[in-house]
């Protein structure tokens, strides 16, 4: 019997296992300006704010925060930080990290930004959230993600959503290692 290579064994297996998920991510390019260090700067050991826009499963607002913001923290790679929507003193004001559920209308990934309101659609249904890491109303990072069959917000599925979009607001360097080609 073959044996497949070790590189095609895992690319199969992740395919496999891809094909069994229910949520996926999508993350723009990093802004410019952004940085590792100044994401250290902003969240190095002490809170960044979160902003919860919206609410797919028709929760209270703080019940809400507490089955999303779980799974969002030690997401940021090389840098300890409390996501938190109630930041204590040591979060830096110009900082946040805004996630929109189901947004009611075209909106720009950096518009997130702003400190407006984000009109947002009624519970119910497939998940679309859009995300930034904004600074001074500005988004560094961005991206989107989508959840086509949620069970609520102990879906496992909805936990990997949440924890997906936190890791790809906070990129690494290390990502640019895997890329082979200039669209990645």
């Known amino acids: 019997m073959r044996m497949l ?3 095609a064994a895992l690319v199969l297996g992740a395919s496999t296992l891809a094909a069994c998920s229910n949520e996926r991510v999508v993350a723009s390019e990093p802004a410019p300006a952004y940085t590792r260090s100044e994401v250290a700067y902003a969240a190095g050991n002490r809170d960044l704010r979160v902003v919860l826009h919206g ?5 209270p607002p703080e019940r809400f925060a507490e089955k999303v913001l779980p799974h969002m923290q ?3 790679m090389g840098v300890k930080t409390t996501l ?37 659609s009624p519970p119910g249904g497939a998940i679309v959230v859009q995300g930034a890491f904004c600074r001074s ?11 086509d069959r949620p069970q609520g917000p102990d879906d496992p599925d909805f936990r990997s959503l949440i924890s997906d ?3 790809s607001l906070f990129p690494s360097p290390r990502a640019e290692l895997f890329c082979n080609g200039s669209d990645c």
């Not at 003193?89 to 929109?100: E, G, I, N, P, Q």
């Not at 109303?137 to 959840?147: E, H, N, P, R, V």
């Open 137 to 147: 109303g500005a988004a560094l990072t961005s991206a989107t993600g989508w959840l």
């Open 5 to 7: 290579p070790p590189l």
């Open 74 to 76: 030690n997401r940021v």
């Open 84 to 120: 938190t929507t109630t930041p204590n003193d040591t979060a830096r004001r110009d900082y946040k990290v805004v996630l929109a559920f189901n947004v009611a209308e075209n909106t720009l990934n950096s518009e997130l930004c702003t400190n407006g309101p984000i009109p947002t």
């Open 55 to 59: 609410d797919p499963f028709g929760l």
């Open 165 to 167: 979009m936190t890791f």
